[in-house]
């Protein structure tokens, strides 16, 4: 399986929503897990099911898709929000996609 | 709250060994029936995960690297350990420690679970 992530590099004004995509390259289901990580700092757990926020995680990030197409979306992006986002798969053995950097425009 | 924490040398030479623990606090292994994970993450920025275990033993090793790769369990001390054998420049990543989510065992072998509590990563440099 492969996991790919798109864009790379998403300049967003704070405000604004972004919308970041995640693609395997065969089903895994609602495996798909989506991390935020930030300089210096381990990545931290969002949503996993696809879809289920984690306890504590704000409703302004929400996950969609099931299959090889998965969805991140951020409303109203503040300045905390900046940072890189993972998928990681884990139908199989864990694998994460390559990342996309949320910078501020 | 659970803290998971990283340690062991920061250098290590090419064909050597490289030895890291993770120390887990807030929790106890016993009474934890948790999977426990090694992942690093290259200079880059990628993300590789390198194996799982149980706390009661059964490693799993990512395909790449199992021929190098052991990971054990020491109830008694509350840690877990990763040794990486032969290393060269391109094992140089911050190695970070981690649980996935969920108590009790699975029917697969790696279990199908996103990792919820992560140590703060440790750097470790392959150089002579």
């Known amino acids: 399986i492969v996991m790919t992530q798109s864009p790379a590099t998403l300049s967003v004004s704070p405000g604004e929503g972004a919308t970041l995509s995640c693609r395997a390259s065969?089903?895994?289901?609602?495996?798909l897990a989506w991390y935020q990580q930030k300089p210096g700092q381990a990545p931290r757990l969002l949503i996993f099911?696809?879809?289920t926020r984690v306890t504590g995680i704000p409703a302004r990030f929400s996950g969609s898709g099931s299959g090889t197409e998965f969805t991140l979306t951020i409303t109203g992006l503040q300045s905390e929000d900046f940072a890189v986002y993972y998928c990681?798969?884990?139908?199989?053995?864990?694998?994460f996609g390559g990342g996309t950097k949320v910078e501020i425009k | 709250q659970l803290q998971l924490q990283e340690s062991g040398p920061g250098l290590v030479k090419p064909s050597e060994t490289l030895s890291l623990n993770c120390t887990v606090s807030?929790?106890?292994?016993?009474?934890?029936?948790?999977?426990w994970a090694w992942i690093r993450q290259s200079p880059a920025g990628g993300l590789e995960w390198i194996g799982t275990?149980?706390?009661?033993?059964?490693?799993n090793y990512n395909p790449s690297l199992e021929p190098r790769v052991t990971i054990s369990v020491d109830t008694s001390k509350n840690l877990f350990s990763l040794r990486l054998s032969s290393v060269t420049a391109a094992d140089t990543a911050v190695y970070f420690c981690?649980?996935?989510?969920?108590?009790?065992?699975?029917?697969?072998?790696?279990?199908?679970?996103?990792?919820?509590?992560w140590g703060q990563g440790t750097l470790v440099t392959v150089s002579s």
């Open positions: 981690a649980r996935h989510a969920g108590r009790g065992m699975t029917t697969f072998a790696v279990p199908q679970r996103p990792f919820d509590y």
């Open positions: 807030g929790g106890s292994f016993i009474n934890s029936p948790y999977y």
């Open positions: 275990i149980f706390y009661s033993g059964a490693p």
């Open positions: 065969q089903s895994v289901s609602k495996n």
């Open positions: 099911g696809a879809s």
């Open positions: 990681q798969q884990y139908g199989d053995w864990p694998l």
